[in-house]
């Protein structure tokens, strides 16, 4: 066999259903002419159809591409020469398929139940990643159901419960409206079977008596009340029953089947049903209770708050009553209000009485009761030492007559001599006594702190130079000392200067009703002299002896309360106020309301800088731990704790405030006094003084000054020293700023010299006063003053120049003057008032005429001058204005 005849296996055909890939030659063109011959196959796509037929074809296709994998027959054998010859093709055999073997059909045909085998597993795969895919999302959608499902539960048990909370308060209330009813129906029930019972016992007795008399009726009554017996006996057994019967469906219903989440949903709307029932039960109700259709329903009785006002909608809250009811009410009593309209007391009480419930009256001031606490028993009084005011004329000596008590200099502490404030010292005798002093200033600007000493005081001594008498602050002591109805000793004092006649003394006293013993009075005097020492023990016998006839006592085992001598603010220290304890003694520690301030004592110092851990009745003492500056004159009281006393100062801060705002009755006096106001000019003044005291003093001085043309205005006034706010409202309202005893700190002499505030200090009143006035005067125009030269009669009239008229006068009285100003009257009215143009004598102009000389006149724009006119000559002068 040769090589071209070889058979093989490697054949390059294979067995297909058809021809599937066509191929061609096409030639590539390249650059520079270039190309190259390229194999270009062309595949078709096989489409599967779906159907038998679809199914044969794929069948087929399948077999015939198997069958040559198992037969290893892919080619036909080679022919050619070799042992035997060329080998025929082998026939198919009988009974084959189209002509294939068994083996053929064999292998097609498992590669169709392949085929089929791998359809199947297919189709089971899909379906159970489907069936995965559905249960995931039942999954997610269960697990989003019984999120929702959790969360209305979670609604729904909050609903429950609060529904649930209402439903056992409204079951509370309807158990003890039943509890009630049922204790009435009890009584009832009672007292029908009291009376059933004697009535059986009546009929009992008529049936004894009918049998003892053999008649019927005893037997017919005993057959009625047996069928009335069994009767009775048939109901409460069918009521049993139905009561069972209901029980036993409620036991069913409840215990019968497993509990699911529709049957415990149904549950609960069926409780949110009856809860909604029982509401709607309870609301009728109530309206029928608003409305007053049955007198079953009792309101109840309470007691309402009534403030000093009140609003419609608050009052008919606190009586749990409707508004609509209450405005009814008040239609009823000839009121036409709204919910928000306030009520006065008296009315409120009013309709609080008509809606049957009680009355309780408060007030804002309620606050205040029981502050200054009850009376003291006479059991717990105890002597104190007596506080004595010393007042005068200033300058008399009054300081000095404590310096000769106290043997202390306190005179060369008070700027220019005089008492600027009230100073309280107390003073032990050698005998044990004690004496409590207070000095009152002598100036007239100081009249309400002598009137605040004499209010605080047991006794008066009243100081008089032996050598001035009685001046005004002199009698102005008097008076307040009269109107505080306090004893007076008289202290003459300046025994010892020339001149000093005390008898003058007694006798001016008699002019205010003021008898000395020494005249058959009851009033004690003393000459004495502070500065020589003289008859200073028989002052102090004088005020024992005194005050051991006003039997002073006081009760130390108590809360403090007394009154403010002086208030200030110092640096350092804080607020500081001298108080003067009346009654009970003032701790470290305590709480006190001072004013409208209020305030925990932080220490307790005397008039000596000793600190002292309480002080009794009569002493004074410097408290510190004030929150604010008090005004002096207020009253002090110790407080059980902070709260207490926050509202007090709270509740007269308010009153404060609105005694500040409140505007003044409008009438005419008001608005031409206020138009008055408006035309004087104001002068904007910022005082600032070391103690209270002397601010009072300082800001009703600078009231007094001025007239109808200038006033000054006080913009601030305040305890302590000049800040920086003080300079920036003085700078916006062009103001000038006084400090009295105090100064300003850097920060405020920058912003005063920047912004040209002027500030002026002072040591004393008198200097401040004067000052003030002076430059309140300055602002004011200078007055023109009119001074009358003298009179002249026109007694003939000629004609000067072409238009000119000449006047020939008489000099009457004082001399005519060139160049003065004139008034020309006829029959005493003004028809001319202008200036002397010319003034001649004879022929020559001179410059004044004397009286009874004749001369001649002309005026400036008048001719028309008469004979008869009076001619009234003048000059104008300014002068400086004074207040």
Known sequence: MSDEKKLTLSGRGTLGAGKGVETGKVRQSFSHGRSKPVVVERKRKRTLKKGPGAAADADAATTEQAAPQKTGEAKPAPTGGGRGGAQKPRRPQAGGRGGLTQAEIAARTGALRQAHEEAERRKVEEERRRREEEALRKAREAEQAQAEQEEAAAETE??????????????????KAREQEERRKAEEAARLEQESEEARKRTERARAAARAAGTPEAESADSAGARKKKGAKGAAAKKAEAAKASKGRGEEKRRSGKLT??????????????????????????????????????????????PEAITVQELAQRMAEKAPAVIKTLMGMGVMATINQTLDQDTAQLVVEEFGHKVKRVSEADVEEGLIGDEDDAGDLRSRAPVVTVMGHVDHGKTSLLDGLRKTDVVAGEAGGITQHIGAYQVQLGDGNKITFLDTPGHEAFTQMRQRGAGVTDIVVLVVAADDGIMPQTVEAINHAKAAEVPIIVAINKVDKPGADPTRVRNELLQHELVVEAMGGDIQDVEVSALQGTNLDKLEEAILLQ???????????RDADGVVIEAKLERGRGPVASLLVRRGTLKVGDVFVAGAEWGRVRALVDERGQQLKSAGPAQPVEVLGLQGTPSAGDDFAVVENESRAREIHEYRQEKLRSKRTTAAPASLESMFSAIREKQATEFPIVVKGDVQGSVEAIVSSLEKIGNEDIRARVLHAAVGGITESDVTLAAASEAIILGFNVRANKQARDAAEQNSVAIQYYAVIYDLIDDMRELMAGQLAPEVREETLGLAEVREVFTAGKRGRAAGCLVVDGRMRAGAKCRILRDDVVVYEGDIASLRRFKDDVREVEAGTECGLMFANFMDVKKGDQIECYVQTEHARKL
């Open 158 to 175: 909050a609903r429950r419960r609060a529904e649930e909370a209402a439903k056992q308060a409204a079951e509370d209330k309807a158990r």
């Open 261 to 306: 989440v529709t049957r415990a949903l149904a549950d609960d709307d069926e409780r949110q049903r009856s809860e909604a029932a029982a509401k709607r039960r309870e609301r009728r109700r109530r309206q029928r209770e608003m409305s007053g259709d049955g007198d079953k329903a009792e309101r109840k009785s309470r007691e309402v708050v009534i």
């Open 547 to 557: 005050s051991e006839l006003l039997e002073l006592k006081a009760n130390p085992d």
